[in-house]
């Protein structure tokens, strides 16, 4: 880290235009940026001042043929504790593969979507669980009809049951949950059960979408329609036309895109930028935030009128740590699905295993606990997953056990010295404290597990004085 407190990021990178580009995603979560050109710079660069103080490194791997492995060996030889992260157009799990057991840290596949970018350099830096956030939904492809999605939790099943009914018709979907609960996953089974399904169904991100090229990749532009135009392009509404389109991080939709996309819903009508007409398509719209929009909206950051219209049929999907006794069914449905792709083999897991994985809390979620399984079986030489085969887990598991021990040990203090009660303002401001702690630092998770709104959170830590990171 440099001294001025930010971490510092080498991007291996010989395309100027991407290197601005993942820089400035980046700089977002406070890194700066330094370059190399390629893999014998990367080595020089080690070596120098900003070399020393470096935290992780972003390899751009250029061709499917090139010789990244020695590159990434020859890093990690140089520098065994320094994360390596790769990024690629390619997204075959050989090269995933190839690469983890070259020494890299994460696997990242273009285009690149900010928060995937940014959750893998917290997750490489992070002490304790290096890699295990690799977002491998880009990797191992997830397409399952309701009836092959793993999960017995009531609630989990009652957000299916919902979905199924849903998919028959033509209506919006919003799907919310938290980031890794599979809402995805769900919203490709919807469109599988649906009249559409011999359609296209078209993913578009919306928080990786550059807020003036929004309307453009939406709805599409005609040659010339501006500065850059130098061809036409045909939106995600047109490409979808007849099937569906997921709107994926809706919540990070800049408001005036979230105004054209309501006249859209409305009038059944697209108007590419510099066309004459409108065209009429027929595209059913499924959407899904790991936001709250209801909080969004109050917060005057999502339009109350889109809301409306896409929450037609409201689907929330809950998160793994409150279906725990799905994690032995889910963890043996993925490790089948690994075993599946190329370079890869079947394995079992041990009960012991098994154990350790369904008492941890999961804040990646499924998408966690797939990438964790991934790491483990590209890794593994035995026939079986066993416990020292998830050490980031089991470290992570032994110090929360060992927080939450001492929570239970010291817990609120309701009694003075003398006797008598504290003050209730005291006692309150001892469970804020302990929930910010305790859900580290997730403030809409502390507002819901204590029952109250988050504009009700950020008041009373106000009023009581409490830091955020308390």
């Not at 893999?39 to 070596?47: D, F, K, Q, R, W």
């Not at 329609?225 to 994926?248: N, P, Q, S, W, Y």
């Not at 499924?366 to 085969?389: H, I, K, P, S, Y």
């Amino acid at each position: 880290m440099t001294r001025n407190g930010q971490r510092l990021l080498l991007l291996i990178d010989d395309e100027p235009a991407q290197r601005r580009l993942v820089s400035a995603m980046a700089a977002r979560a406070g890194w700066r940026s330094i370059f190399a050109l390629d893999g014998e710079m990367a080595i020089a660069t080690l070596g120098t001042q900003d070399g020393m103080q470096l935290d992780a490194i972003l390899l751009d791997h250029p061709a499917p043929d090139s010789d990244v492995a020695a590159v990434i060996a020859e890093l990690r030889a140089r520098r065994p504790a320094l994360p390596i992260l790769m990024l690629t157009a390619n997204g075959s799990v050989v090269h995933a593969v190839a690469a983890m057991r070259s020494g890299a840290t994460d696997f990242l596949v273009k285009p690149l979507a900010p928060e995937r970018l940014l959750s893998a350099l917290d997750a490489a830096v992070a002490d304790t669980a290096a890699g295990e956030l690799r977002p491998l939904t880009e990797k191992i492809p997830a397409l399952l009809g309701f009836d092959e999605i793993v999960g017995s939790a009531p609630g989990f099943r009652a957000a299916l049951a919902i979905a199924a009914k849903a998919a028959r018709a033509r209506v919006p979907v919003l799907i919310e949950g938290e980031s890794g609960v599979g809402k995805e996953v769900v919203a490709e089974a919807i469109h599988a059960a649906s009249p559409r399904s011999k359609k296209p169904m078209v993913t578009v991100n919306c928080g990786a979408i550059p807020a003036n090229l929004v309307e453009s990749e939406l709805f599409g532009h005609e040659k010339g329609a501006f500065t850059g135009a130098f061809e036409r392009k045909i939106g995600k509404f047109v490409d979808a036309d007849g099937g569906t389109i997921l709107l994926d991080e809706i919540g990070e939709m800049p408001l005036d895109a979230q105004v054209k996309l309501l006249r859209v819903l409305q009038s059944g009508e697209v108007q590419p930028i510099g066309a004459r007409h409108p065209r009429e398509v027929d595209v059913r719209v499924i959407a899904a935030t790991n936001k709250r929009l209801v909080e969004e909206v109050e917060a005057g950051r999502f339009r109350e009128d889109l809301f409306y219209r896409l929450n037609v049929v409201p689907v929330t999907i809950p998160p793994l740590r409150e279906r725990a006794d799905d994690i032995p069914a889910l963890t043996r449905h993925l490790l089948a699905r690994i075993a599946a792709q190329p370079g890869l083999r079947p394995l079992g897991i041990t009960d012991e295993a098994l154990q350790l994985l369904a008492g941890y809390d999961w804040p990646g979620n499924v998408r966690q606990l797939q990438n964790a399984l991934f790491r483990a079986a590209v890794l593994c030489e035995g026939a079986a997953l066993t416990r020292a085969d998830f050490p980031q887990i089991a470290s992570m598991g032994q110090r929360r056990n060992a927080t939450h021990s001492a929570a239970m040990a010291g817990g609120v203090t309701l009694f003075r010295p003398d006797g008598n009660l504290r003050a209730l303002e005291d006692i309150e401001a001892d469970v804020i404290r302990l929930a910010i702690g305790h859900y580290r630092g997730r403030m809409t998770e502390v507002a819901r597990r204590l029952g109250i709104g988050r504009s009700t959170l950020y008041r009373k830590l106000g009023e009581l004085g409490i830091d955020h990171a308390a």
